[in-house]
């Protein structure tokens, strides 16, 4: 979560016992879905960062 914050994304997880977190950004229209539970794989990784990168732009 820090590294979210510390791109200027914001996280939640959703209601009613949700097992994954979803981080957006402002000005971005997708979402990313991400599953709390560890191992993460590569793929949510790839989302994850190409999310932070259109933040960035």
Not at 6 to 14: A, C, M, S, V
Request: aromatic residues 8%; proline residues 7%; charged residues 25%.
């Amino acid at each position: 979560m820090e590294v979210a914050e510390k791109n200027g994304l914001e996280w939640r997880r959703p209601g009613h016992g949700g097992s994954h977190v979803i981080f957006s950004a402002s000005g971005v229209r997708e979402n990313v879905s991400v599953p709390a539970k560890r191992p993460i794989k590569p793929v949510y990784i790839k989302h994850f960062l190409a999310l932070v990168d259109a933040r960035n732009l």
